[in-house]
Each structure stands twice: as C-alpha cells, then as structure tokens.
C-alpha cells in the first residue's frame, strides 16, 4: 500500500518568516495530493490540494508544489501568522476515495 | 462548502460498555465514508471504508467485531465500539465525499474523543 512519510515532526518559526514542510510517497498511482490543518480537538480542514498533472499551486500565501518523478511534494507558507499555528498533515490518495496521511507536522509560529 | 457532522464530539463511558459515534453528510450524499482513528500528536489511521448497503471493508488489523460500522442511509454511517477498554480511548474521525466525481476533497467531521474509564 501507500507510504506517507512527513518532515520536519516539529518546525517553530518567527511572525513573518516562511515554513516550508515537506512529504514523499511511495505509490507512483497516487494522483491527488491534499494538505490539511489540524487544530487541536478538531477534524482536519483542507488548505490546499494538488493533482498529478499540475506541478504547483498557490493560493494566497500557501503553495503546494508536486515532483511526480521524485514522488514528493512541499507544503510552502509565506509571512506566517501566529494563526497559522497548527499540525499539518499531507496526504496521497490513489484512488480518490482513502487517503494515506503522513506523520504531521507541529507548526509553531513565534510572534 | 459540503459538511460533515460528527456525534458526539466527545464522549466518557465505563469499560465493558458500547459507544456509538454518528457520522453525517449534511449538504450531499455519501455512498461511501471512512472512520480514521488518532491518537495523540499522531497521524490519521484509516481504520475502516464504510460503504451504503453492504459490509464494510476494514484495513488490516483492525478487529471488525470490535468496531461495528453500519451505513445505512445515504447520509449516516455509525461506529461502534463495542466492549470498549481504556485502549480504546481515542479521538476518531470520519469523512466523505460527494461521489461520482474523483480525486476531490474529502469532508472531515470534527471528530469523537472518546475516554474510556
């Protein structure tokens, strides 16, 4: 089955600097790559995803970008916000219906 | 957007008992749901895809007597944890997305942190 790995497990940043988390997956049939913000008690929200024929997206201040040769995609947030505190996790789903999550990310950004 | 709903968000029940946690798609209708399984500072584990009208399929290990699922409508699936022990206690989270269209989003509910005592 598919192989989620995740890093960094914990990345503490100041206000206004960028994150940048990073994942690879084993599966070359996984063909749809969703990130999602996890706060703490709550379900995951999705922030920004990314399908196999597009090499990266950004939305706002978050991009995703997507290495199908490599199997890897990056997470990239820019002029973080104390807001954006929260654990992160990718995800790759091959058939759009499960999805295999990586091991999460503990995002704290330091005003 | 469309919404998952979960119920309850959390519950405490004595060891031996059954707990039943609900799982809703409010806006669309979900031929297929997926329980996922978190325990602290950890990732999701899919424990189970729940489909409408038939059995559902667990992922390996996970002991399908112990975790009933039943979908019996278009928009509910339930898991019940039957005979729970403090192991057991967990925060457990469902999601679905609107069928017939692949590689979407998937709806997560805000899941059900269960305490077994």
């Known amino acids: 089955g598919e192989n989620v790995e995740q890093h960094p497990s914990t990345l503490s940043v100041q206000e206004g600097d960028s994150a940048v988390i990073k994942c690879t997956y084993s599966d070359s049939a996984s063909n749809y790559f969703p990130w999602y913000k996890q706060e703490l008690g709550k379900g995951p929200q999705l922030i920004i995803d990314i399908r196999s024929n597009v090499g990266e997206k950004k939305d706002q201040r978050i991009a995703v970008t997507l290495n199908k040769t490599a199997k890897h995609f990056s997470l990239h947030i820019t002029e973080t916000q104390p807001e954006d505190s929260a654990v992160y996790f990718c995800a790759a789903s091959i058939t759009g219906n499960q999805f295999y999550f990586g091991t999460g990310t503990s995002l704290t950004v330091i005003p | 957007g469309a919404v998952v709903s979960q119920h309850p968000s959390w519950v405490i029940c004595k060891s031996g008992t059954s707990v039943k946690i609900e799982c809703r798609s409010l806006d669309f209708q979900a031929t297929t749901m997926f329980w996922y399984r978190q325990f602290p500072k950890q990732s999701l584990m899919l424990m189970a895809t729940s489909n409408e009208g038939s059995k559902a399929t667990y992922e390996q290990g996970v002991e399908k007597d112990k975790f009933l699922i039943n979908h019996a409508s278009l928009t509910l699936s339930t898991l019940t944890v039957t005979s729970a022990h403090p192991e057991d206690s967990s925060f457990y989270i469902c999601?679905?997305?609107?069928?017939?269209?692949?590689?979407?989003?998937?709806?997560f509910g805000q899941g059900t942190r269960l305490t077994v005592v």
């Open positions: 999601s679905a997305r609107d069928p017939g269209v692949t590689n979407t989003e998937a709806f």
